[in-house]
């Protein structure tokens, strides 16, 4: 247990940051199922880009904040934008 006033705060702003994080992190791992589930659903291909475009967004804003880390976050669009090729593929 924390002492000093300065650790007792840095403790309550750690939780405050940890609740923030994982609420940011848990909305993105729902946009992505929801884009990976529309590449496998759907066959309008530039519904899928627009939502590729605003997942993407979405995934590099935490990795700006450091919520994730920057290679994981190039990782997940890298697989993002295979899934769409692959939508493409199947489409035609």
């Given at each position: 247990m924390a002492n000093s006033l300065?650790?007792?705060k840095r403790i309550r702003q750690n939780?405050?940051?940890?609740?923030?994080?994982?609420?940011?992190?848990s909305a993105v791992r729902t946009q992505i199922k929801k884009y990976m589930e529309m590449t496998?659903?759907?066959?309008?291909?530039?519904?899928i880009e627009?939502?590729?475009?605003?997942?993407?967004k979405?995934?590099?804003?935490l990795a700006a904040t450091g919520v994730i880390h920057k290679?994981?976050?190039?990782?997940?669009?890298?697989?993002m934008v295979r899934h769409l090729s692959d939508a493409k593929a199947r489409v035609q």
């Open positions: 300065s650790a007792k939780e405050k940051r940890r609740l923030r994080n994982r609420s940011r992190k496998r659903q759907s066959k309008d291909i530039t519904a627009t939502e590729l475009r605003v997942t993407q979405k995934i590099d804003q290679n994981n976050a190039a990782h997940k669009k890298s697989q």
